[in-house]
């Protein structure tokens, strides 16, 4: 199994341009979340699915969007980058509720100029 | 909502000397605890959690941390630290009941294990 995968690893973008970003997990899992990670504040969840074809908002929802047309992808997209938006972004994924534990993947990190 | 209070940004610690991180949690409600490692430039992982019973909880590769209701703590611990330990160390919580989806992290602590 490989587990969380992201796509891509490294990415630079200007200032209003677009991208998306993408989870992939092979455990079936019916959650998925993504987070960004910026020095000093942790992770802070940005959009998480607890099935395919729901979303919902985390706690840093603006400027991103999500979608989870199949079980096992979540997408996140930027429709106009912002330099704020330069981070460490990270998928996980879960089985189910409470006490389940998230597996995550790799990270992406986005540098946004 | 739950909230999570790393009180240490980063730890220093020689090798083979014992550390502790700390974390406090606030909740209104019964809680699940969990500390995650992120080794440098990778993803996090589960070092261990708390679900019921034991207060005290152990992982595979030394470490315990122990539930203390009372002063809303999961403290982590090692009684002897190694240069594989350099990490940085997240506490997280989410509550126990039905609809539980989001796990919410503290800020985290760097440790940083000096040879």
């Known amino acids: 199994n490989a587990g969380v995968t992201q796509t891509p690893k490294f990415r630079v973008l200007k200032t209003g341009q677009s991208m998306t970003l993408l989870c992939a997990q092979d455990?079936?899992?019916?959650?998925m979340y993504w987070y960004r990670q910026d020095p000093g504040m942790g992770l802070r969840l940005i959009h998480y699915?607890?099935?395919?074809?729901?979303?919902a908002k985390g706690e840093v929802p603006d400027g991103y969007n999500v979608s989870r047309l199949k079980k096992q992808n979540f997408l996140l997209g930027l429709e106009s980058a912002a330099p704020s938006q330069t981070s460490v972004y990270f998928c996980?994924?879960?089985?189910?509720?409470?006490?389940?534990?998230?597996?995550f993947g790799p990270g992406t990190r986005l540098t946004v100029l | 909502a739950q909230s999570v209070t790393q009180l240490d940004s980063q730890v220093p610690v020689f090798e083979e000397a014992p550390v502790e991180l700390r974390c406090n949690y606030s909740?209104?409600?019964?809680?699940?605890l969990f500390w995650y490692v992120q080794y440098p430039n990778q993803g996090l992982q589960l070092l261990l959690k708390?679900?019921?019973?034991?207060?005290l909880v152990e992982s595979i590769n030394g470490f315990e941390a122990e539930f203390n209701k009372s002063q809303t703590s999961f403290h982590l611990r090692k009684p002897s630290v190694h240069i594989s330990d350099t990490a940085e160390y997240f506490c997280?919580?989410?509550?126990?009941?039905?609809?539980?989806?989001?796990?919410?992290f503290g800020k985290g602590t760097k440790l940083s294990v000096i040879p």
């Open positions: 996980a994924s879960k089985n189910g509720q409470g006490a389940d534990t998230q597996y």
């Open positions: 699915s607890v099935g395919e074809g729901t979303t």
């Open positions: 708390y679900l019921s019973g034991s207060t």
């Open positions: 909740s209104s409600v019964s809680v699940y």
């Open positions: 997280a919580v989410t509550y126990s009941g039905a609809g539980s989806y989001q796990l919410t």
């Open positions: 455990m079936n899992h019916e959650y």
